[in-house]
């Protein structure tokens, strides 16, 4: 028999810990503690989500702390999606230790909290304050100068190319329904010379196959500024030969002269986004390089902008103890699943940041498994013994840790150390 001495820890700080469940306009909150004659007493109330009650409620949360011999107040909450934040910076302003409890762990604790199912707010507060009582919480840090406006400035780049998107989606079911037979890839919609086409006519067939050949190409190359090479003319020729066939293809004028003003409005919607993104990306880098990661981790071929897009997520790389830290706050740590002989799959959790995992995913995708690429030659070793995303997922794991690695190191990027057998020789040994 095999036993094992484990070292208690001891928590020398003695936090008054109060358990939040947050909702738009009310805080249902629970604490349990002993009082200075040794008496357990509950504190259960609901406070609104006001700045000037919230104010008030924790001017009295610090009274009761300091009346009780306690060290502090550690407030606990879940992430609700914004809801929290105001919440969380006013406890942090009046020096409270703040810390989230994952909605997961939330859920599945109900029962062994209260032995029931059921889910109300105020059952909610008891269990989040079971877990945080328990140590079971997760870091909630304020972020603070270049980190927090880097996550300013990447949540607005996100809501663009999410509405870029839908702009996309919208202007290639318009050039569907007003030139059905434009044999042109999605992509070229976006190029300078289809641009130029749709400032002089709009994608509109009717017009365009009015218009001869030479004088067609003669104007699309006078609102360019230039005279078009080949790939230019390919593309011409095939806008201006679809437009010929298409014009067989009978509709009202009123209703093309329709599709066209709706397509150069979401069109011209769509160049607006464009252009705010570029200047976001600009902003965005500029910000990255006030970083500490910057210097440590710019030289990982990885473009400087995807690389802020990460480090706006994870905020400062300095505030995790480790990769598992890392990898649980993007939900890229495994999970397992066995029980006697059964075996299953080793799957992510997907139970963190998502925009995390999504800027990781491009990372991977545009700079580590293209051919020739750092990590080309294992996402191929990967993909032969599994279909699917576990090749990527292997990939987007271990180009984090060597991220996270290169930082920690602090001592720049070596290409050589990513595979070479001796530096984990050394390693283990």
Known sequence: MKVTIVEEKVNSLNYLIVAYDVSKGKLNYFSKFTNQQGEICELENIVSNRVKHIERHF?????????????GVCIACEPTGGYEKKFLKMGRRHGFFTQYVSGEATH????????????????????????????????????????????????????L??????????????????????????????????????????????????????????????????????????VLEKIHGDAVANSFYLMA????????????????????????????????????????????????????????????????????????????????????????????????????????????GQIAFSSMIKKGALYHDFYIEKKENKQGFYALTCVIRKTLKMIFGVYKNNCGFNQARVFDPCFELLKAA
Request: proline letters at 1%.
């Open 253 to 360: 004028t009123e209703q093309s002269d329709e599709y066209e003003r709706e397509l150069r409005f979401y069109y011209k919607s769509y160049q607006d986004i464009t252009q705010r993104k570029e200047k976001y990306k600009e902003q965005m880098v500029d910000t990255f390089k006030e970083t500490d990661e910057y210097e440590r981790i710019k030289e990982i071929p990885v473009s400087l902008f995807l690389l802020s897009r990460l480090i706006a997520e994870t905020g400062s790389l300095a505030n995790y103890g480790g990769i598992k830290q890392l990898m649980r706050y993007g939900g890229l740590n495994l999970r397992e699943r066995q029980s006697g002989k059964f075996t299953g799959q080793l799957r992510i959790s997907k139970k963190g940041n998502i925009l995390m995992r999504k800027i990781m």
């Open 59 to 71: 001017t009295e949360l610090r009274t009761l702390a300091e009346d009780n011999g306690f060290h």
């Open 161 to 234: 190319s999410l509405d870029g998107g839908k702009l996309k989606n919208r202007i290639s079911s318009l050039q569907e329904l007003l030139f059905p037979d434009l044999s042109l890839k999605s992509v070229q919609l976006y190029s300078k010379t289809v641009e130029a086409v749709i400032t002089l006519y709009g994608l509109n067939p009717y017009k365009i196959a009015a218009i001869k050949w030479n004088i067609f190409v003669k104007k699309v190359g006078k609102v360019i500024g230039h005279k078009l090479g080949d790939a230019g003319l390919s």
């Open 108 to 159: 599945k604790a109900k029962v062994i909290e209260s032995n029931d199912s059921g889910k109300n707010d105020k059952k909610d507060a008891r269990i989040i304050y079971f877990l945080a009582s328990q140590g079971k919480t997760l870091t909630c840090n304020e972020r603070t100068g270049s980190y927090e406006q880097l996550q300013t400035l990447n949540s607005h780049y996100e809501h």
